[in-house]
Every structure is written in structure tokens, then in C-alpha cells.
């Protein structure tokens, strides 16, 4: 009831956003992780060409996301949220009817292109239309991404008894009719010159220094949050034999979210400075993967993924309400796509070193050994965050003025 009575102070558009992102979440996570066993199960792909159809997907997102967010101060985030959408839905239809290698690599680029549009838009909209609530919004923006990740993953497996192609089409459909609802009920706002161009703009943010190491901080968080789909998963399986006790990570922190996210943020808001919390959150992810290093069985393993999302509703709420605060209102979008560049590669680069400790640890007889990287990683962006913090490099003082013209 608490949840739902702070979903309806905020205004008709912020409420439509936060229904967005339940929508984009399940048709999302109700196709893509059953993508590549259909390339090669049902198409007959090999596997290298399955890596290529789902590296394309996941680049053209990645890559893009400061297009997106460009295109969003330029041209106004509801229109490419709209845009977004729609591209969305074409891209998973071409999954659903494509057996072509090349309209396979059409619909992972549209549906690339299509995360990189609404992404970063998004989040500029509703940081402007939330004015001095953006933590309680990106709090319920965070609640309802949860909760379309669990929902997202059953509806496919069932979808799934019928055949792939029914669970794509109607991951179409979920975006075909937010496309519709967006278009219908979200307003439209004016959109405030930069003052520059395009490549100007790039320059003034890359130029940002304090945000660009912000960014890069942020490394840990990132890495650790896509633990949840790699390596706490192998850990429920490897400790109970079963495929499906992934599925009881996601229920864990569907319930957690639901239950303290909200209460989580508006207590901490009023007690303290934010950055502060944003190196606890951090730190608080890092010790979430401590349990399972030393210690077998699945008990540690969901106290691992329920410290990680405990740590994650500590600080994602707060790292989003910063970001716009490192520049102009009118570069909002901007930053949030430059943001996501930086600490997707970065990321990257981390998952990566986890894969290489996953893989050793297992031939090497040291299980131990991805657990703690992770927590390494972890407690290295919590320490970058307070180093930031103690120079004075983050914007954490409220500017009256941008709130109330963000408002």
C-alpha cells in the first residue's frame, strides 16, 4: 500500500514510466534469454554464428546508448522513447519470423538500437518530470524493472511449451502496445537548446572529468549486478542440481525489492550525504559474494543474492538522481548515454575477468576464486566512489534553481 500511495503522487507521466519499464523489462527477459537456444536448437546455427547474432544485439545497445541520448536533449525523450519502443517491436518480430542469417542480424541490431534509443531517454524524462523526488522515482523505476525480470523469464518458459516463435511475437506485442500507450498519454515537453552541437556536446561531458571517473567507478556496480544472470545462477545449480533454482535468485530479490526498496531510499535520503551512500551500496554488493567463497550449499548463495540486491537498492536510486547533477539540465539525456558507454565497456572488460575466474576456478579446484574477484571488484568501486567523494568531485549539494526548472 505504500508503494502504491507514492506511485500516485507523482504525476500521470512518471506513473506511465514506471509502467514502461515493467513492460520493456517482460518482453525483454521473456525472448532474449531464450535467444541463443533457439539459433541453435531450432535454427541450427553454430555457435560462433550465435555469438555473432547476440554480440551484434547486445554492441549495437551498448554502443548506440550516446546516440540515444542525444537524440533525447535534441529532439525531446518522448519521441525516442516512442521511437524506441517501435523499433523494439519490429526487431523481435524479425526474431519470431526470420530464419535468415540476415534478417537475424537485422533484428539484433534494430533491437540494439532500440535499447540505446529509450534507455538513456527514459531515465532523462524522468529525472526532469520527478524534480526534488529523483531518488524516490529511480527507487520505483527500480522496483518495477525487478519485477518485470522475474515476470519476464516465466512467461517465457511457459510461452516456451507452445514455441519460440509465439514467445517472440509476443514480446512484439508488449512493445507494440507500450509504443501505442506512449504516444497516446505521454506528454510532450519543450525542448531546451544546448547551445552547441552534437560533438560539442560529446566534448563538454567527456570534458567532465569528476563524471567521467564517476563513470568509470561505477565498473563494480555494473559487473556485479550482471552476476545475477552469470554467476549467482551457476552457483544456485552447482549447489542443488537443478536448472530452475536460478529462477529462486530472481524470486529473492523480486521479494527484497517489493518489500525495502522504498522504505530503504526515503530513509537514507534524510540521513546523510548521498555519495556516502553510494560507496556503502557498493561495498555492501562486493560482501554480498563472500558467502559463497566459503562456504558450499544453496543457503549461501541466497544470502548472496540477497545482500547484492540490498546493496544494488542502496545505491542505484542515488547514482541516478547524481548523474544529471554533474551538468546542465539541457545535456540530461547526454550524460545519462555517455554514463552508460563508459561503465557498459567497462563492465564488459569485468565480466570478462569474472568468465576467466569462473573458468580457472573450476579447472584449478579453486570455486573460491570468482566470489572473490567479484567482491573485489565491489569494494574497489565502493573505495573510488569515497575517494571522489573526499575531493570534492561529486555534485551532492541540491541546486535549487535546476529543480525547479527540471520540475
Known amino acids: ?26 518482453g525483454f527477459y521473456l525472448l ?24 551484434v544485439r547486445n554492441l549495437s545497445q551498448q554502443g548506440l546508448f550516446i546516440i540515444g541520448g542525444s537524440a533525447s536533449d535534441r529532439l525531446g525523450a518522448r519521441g525516442v522513447i516512442i521511437a524506441g519502443c517501435a523499433l523494439r517491436t519490429l526487431g523481435f518480430a524479425l526474431f519470431a519470423l526470420g530464419d535468415g542469417l540476415a534478417v537475424l542480424l537485422a533484428a539484433s541490431v534494430l533491437s540494439g538500437l532500440a535499447g540505446a534509443l529509450f534507455n538513456p531517454a527514459v531515465r532523462a524524462y524522468l529525472a526532469q518530470e520527478a524534480g526534488e523526488r529523483k531518488a524516490e522515482a529511480f ?54 537548446p544546448s547551445g552547441g552541437g552534437v560533438l560539442g556536446d560529446w566534448r563538454e561531458v567527456l570534458g ?29 545449480r552447482e549447489a542443488t542440481g537443478w536448472d530452475g533454482a536460478a529462477g529462486i535468485v530472481f524470486l529473492v530479490g523480486t521479494v527484497a525489492n517489493l518489500a525495502l526498496q522504498l522504505r530503504i531510499t526515503k530513509r537514507l535520503k534524510s540521513r546523510g550525504n548521498r555519495a556516502r551512500w ?17 562456504a558450499a550449499g544453496v543457503v549461501p548463495v541466497l544470502v548472496s543474492a540477497l545482500l547484492l540486491y540490498l546493496g544494488i537498492m542502496i545505491a542505484s536510486p542515488f547514482v541516478m538522481e547524481l548523474i544529471p547533477r554533474f551538468g546542465r539540465p539541457e545535456l540530461t539525456g547526454t550524460y545519462f548515454g555517455i554514463f552508460y558507454v563508459v561503465s557498459g565497456v567497462a563492465a564488459a572488460l ?9 573458468d580457472t576456478g573450476e579447472s584449478g579446484g579453486h570455486t573460491w576464486l570468482p566470489w572473490v574477484c567479484c567482491a573485489l571488484f565491489g569494494l574497489a568501486s565502493a573505495g573510488g566512489v569515497a575517494w571522489l567523494y573526499r575531493r570534492g568531485a561529486l555534485p551532492v549539494h541540491t541546486d535549487p534553481v535546476r529543480e525547479r526548472s527540471s520540475a
Open 350 to 358: 569485468g565480466n570478462t575477468a569474472v568468465g576467466w575466474a569462473m
Open 1 to 26: 500500500m505504500r508503494t502504491w500511495h507514492e506511485i500516485r503522487r507523482f504525476p500521470l507521466a512518471v506513473r506511465l514510466l514506471l509502467v514502461n519499464q515493467l513492460g520493456v523489462n517482460t
Open 208 to 236: 567532465n572529468r569528476a563524471f567521467v571517473a564517476f563513470a568509470l567507478a561505477m565498473v563494480g556496480m555494473f559487473t556485479l549486478e550482471n552476476q545475477l544472470y552469470l554467476l549467482l545462477p551457476d552457483g544456485a
Open 278 to 294: 553510494i560507496a556503502v551500496g557498493l561495498a555492501v554488493m562486493g560482501l554480498a559474494f563472500l558467502p559463497p567463497a566459503f
Open 32 to 55: 532474449i534469454p531464450y535467444l541463443a537456444t533457439h539459433l541453435t536448437e531450432n535454427l541450427g546455427l553454430s555457435a560462433a554464428v550465435v555469438g555473432i547474432v547476440l554480440g
Open 139 to 192: 527507487a520505483l523505476f527500480n522496483v518495477f524493472a525487478t519485477t518485470g525480470a522475474l515476470i519476464g523469464p516465466l512467461l517465457g518458459s511457459a510461452l516456451l511449451l507452445v514455441g519460440f516463435r509465439t514467445s517472440a511475437l509476443t514480446a512484439a506485442g508488449i512493445f507494440a502496445v507500450l509504443t501505442v500507450a506512449q504516444a497516446l498519454v505521454l506528454p510532450a515537453r519543450k525542448v531546451e
